[in-house]
């Protein structure tokens, strides 16, 4: 003990100089300096205690994620899902009205059809249903605008067959019945497109079918076969989806192209609507 006392004297600590001179020694021999102890009672009281050893490992684990650095990391997701959900909606609704406003803006084209095609079947509206159809309506002695017309629609069905598959039904209706029989359609249509459908009928039933397809057609109710005569008639022909709902009408001015690329357009975006192509 009394090395440790000297040590401390040597040193200049006043309370092991007194206890050196005094030369009193406890009944337990405390090793350590009268200073250090009470530095100790001073240092770790019961209102300080000593820092321990899972508290700073608690602290080593959290790191820099604080509870307000929490909050902040909360609030921001809430904020993300909440600006994207507004955006989905946005978008959701956008092309709703747009769906309205491309139906709202429809032509009233289409309706009941009762005729016959070129093999003499019965072919009716419903017939149209489940493919995607380009009907035109002219006459087989009809000079030279039928044939060019027709010829645009069959090079562009070729074109869509080799692309999406047979889901175009090329179909042409005769606007002048007197003169064009069952056989005289079938041997027209066999020149254009081999999956063409001719389509003919009586009077009556002629004229209403180019009524529901806002038509114009010029042939006399009283022609007859014999009669040497000119129909004049509308040179456009319908694109109507597989609901038998008309989408798109093509005239002179619109090449094969045009056609080709508005059904394309037509065909993906009702894939994209539907899951499927028809």
């Known amino acids: 003990m009394s090395r440790f006392l000297q040590q401390c004297v040597s040193a200049g600590c006043r309370p092991c100089a007194r206890a050196f001179s005094s030369r009193t020694i406890p009944r337990r021999i405390d090793l350590r300096p009268p200073h250090y102890v009470q530095y100790q009672k001073r240092s770790y009281s019961q209102s300080t205690p000593p820092p321990s050893f899972s ?24 904020g993300l899902f909440l600006y994207f959900r507004y955006e989905k909606e946005k978008l959701e609704e956008k092309r709703r009205q747009e769906t309205e406003d491309k139906q709202a803006g ?16 019965p072919f009716t509206e419903k017939d149209l249903l489940g493919k995607w159809n380009l009907i035109y309506f002219g006459f087989t002695n009809c000079p030279d605008i039928c044939p060019e017309e027709l010829d645009k629609m069959s090079v562009a069905v070729t074109q869509l067959d080799k692309e999406l598959g047979p889901i175009v039904q090329p179909i042409f209706i005769s606007v002048d019945p007197a003169r064009d029989s069952v056989e005289q359609i079938a041997r027209y249509v066999s020149e254009f497109h081999p999956r063409m459908v001719g389509l003919t009928g009586e009077y009556a039933a002629v004229k209403a079918a180019c009524k529901s397809y806002r038509v114009y057609f010029s042939t006399p109710p009283n022609a ?10 509308s040179i456009f022909f319908y694109l109507m989806d597989p609901n038998g709902e008309f989408v798109e009408a093509f005239g002179k001015s619109n090449t094969v192209d045009d056609v080709a690329g508005r059904v394309r357009q037509e065909v993906a975006e009702w894939e994209r609507q539907h899951g499927r192509k028809v």
Do not use: C, M, N, W
């Open 55 to 78: 508290g700073a490992k608690d602290r080593a684990a959290i790191g820099v994620f604080t509870p307000k650095s929490a909050a902040l990391f909360i609030a921001t997701g809430v």
């Open 106 to 121: 429809k032509a009233h084209v289409g309706g009941p059809l009762s005729l016959t095609t070129h093999e003499g079947k």
């Open 224 to 233: 007859q076969p014999s009669d040497d005569y000119l129909v004049d008639h």
